[in-house]
């Protein structure tokens, strides 16, 4: 098991950036994959993007932030990261951090370990 609290959301104009963190503590970070995903007000929840297991050698991405969105991590400070850029009004959501063992997953019911959300609200 692995703890994780996530930390950058805010208030952003359209066009503007972000970038969120996930800092995990407990079990080997790197033997996790990690996965961004968001939730909108009565919408269910979505993959935003996700990173393979220890250095991070594959990426996938929703084809709505594809181009606009980076993940990454940071194995020695035990931090994924998800850059946005060109944020649209769209993009407006609670976004969790998720990490599982073993390969990356877009499914967010293959990932056990969640942290607590942290709110992106894109408006003018």
């Known amino acids: 098991q692995v703890q994780l609290v996530e930390s950058g959301g805010g208030v952003v104009q359209p066009g503007g950036s972000l970038r969120l963190s996930c800092v995990a503590s407990?079990?080997?970070?790197?033997?996790?994959?990690m996965g961004w995903f968001r939730q909108a007000p009565g919408k269910e929840r979505e993959f935003v993007a996700a990173i393979s297991w220890s250095g991070g050698g594959r990426q996938d991405y929703a084809d709505s932030v594809k181009g606009r969105f980076t993940i990454s991590r940071d194995d020695a400070k035990s931090t994924a990261y998800l850059q946005m850029n060109s944020l649209k009004p769209e993009d407006t959501a609670v976004y969790y951090c998720?990490?599982?063992?073993?390969?990356?997953?877009?499914?967010?019911?293959?990932?056990?370990?969640w942290g607590q959300g942290t709110q992106v609200t894109v408006s003018s």
């Open positions: 998720a990490a599982r063992l073993g390969a990356y997953s877009v499914y967010a019911v293959t990932y056990d370990n």
């Open positions: 407990g079990r080997a970070f790197t033997s996790y994959a």
